[in-house]
């Protein structure tokens, strides 16, 4: 088959379809992860995306569905949990290790084929199907209205949380629904390149616009551009080369911008503020 042939194949159509919708929510999330210091946040909501999954097969046998519930309800428990950063990553620590356990018991239960609950964890981005496209829309249509509308009080609570407090910026609610957005993106990542490798779009993209600019717009703007040459470029490498899984060459592309802004570019990352027109 030719990269054209491979081209007009729906598979292949859906799964650039997936690739972009997530390539954006994971661009637009992706700085305010950086900002908050939440890296770990991200793994773990993602690996635990897996017990969700485990489960959903389990009572449901809808994977998808088990890991948005998994990831959203890990999300209220690192909220509930960890105020601080310094208690928010032991007790994701915590949550992580009593979870994968669980979803590893649950999975023994499941009599059918394992391969959704591993698709989840490795990803399957040529099986997507057109309901899967449809919730992946609805999933980053929300996050992106739920994005504009605190995008302020999450601007100030994640460059300055005292100033934040002291002009009355409720930090515990904006915390708690970052984290569910999050959750909902975590999980919409986890069916393109699995929740193993989710940090890839979730991070890599934005810790390399970092290094390039501190306004914070126009760091969510270069963010999800990187993010987009990273899934769709990393899916047409894969039709280009089949011997290499999408989810290989989407990681290595991530790791590549990464790098390239870390070592080659001049800039070095400055801590984020404000400017003045996002106080005005």
């Not at 934005?206 to 760091?219: D, E, N, Q």
């Amino acid at each position: 088959m030719t990269f054209f042939t491979y081209l007009s194949l729906p598979a292949v159509q859906h799964a650039l379809i997936a690739a972009t919708l997530v390539a954006i929510a994971c661009g637009t999330i992706g700085p305010f992860v950086i900002m908050r210091g939440m890296s770990f946040a991200v793994h773990g909501t993602s690996e635990l995306a897996f017990t969700g999954a485990a489960a959903g097969l389990l009572i449901a046998n809808d994977a998808v569905s088990g890991a948005l519930t998994g990831a959203l309800v890990v999300a209220l428990l690192i909220g509930l949990l960890g105020n601080t950063e310094r208690e928010r990553d032991s007790s994701i620590g915590v949550i992580l290790a009593a979870g994968l356990g669980l979803g590893v018991l649950l999975l023994s239960f499941y009599q059918g084929f394992a391969s959704a609950a591993t698709n989840i964890l490795f990803g399957d981005i040529f099986g997507v199907s057109v309901g899967q496209i449809a919730l992946l829309v609805s999933i980053a249509a929300a996050s992106l209205l739920v994005m504009s509308w605190i995008y302020r009080p999450l601007l100030f609570a994640s460059v300055d949380h005292v100033v934040a407090q002291a002009m009355g910026v409720p930090l515990r609610i904006v915390g708690l629904i970052f984290l569910f957005l999050l959750a909902l993106t975590v999980t919409e990542a986890a069916q393109i390149v699995g929740t193993l490798l989710v940090l890839s779009l979730a991070i890599s993209p934005s810790a390399a616009a970092v290094r390039w600019t501190a306004r914070p717009r126009t760091l969510i703007i270069i963010s999800v551009i990187l993010a987009l040459i990273a899934a769709d470029g990393g899916l047409l490498l894969s039709l280009i080369a089949p011997v290499l899984k999408p989810s290989v060459c989407i990681t290595g592309i991530s790791f590549c911008i990464y790098i390239i802004a870390r070592y080659i570019t001049p800039h070095h990352a400055r801590k984020l503020s404000a400017p003045q027109e996002e106080r005005a």
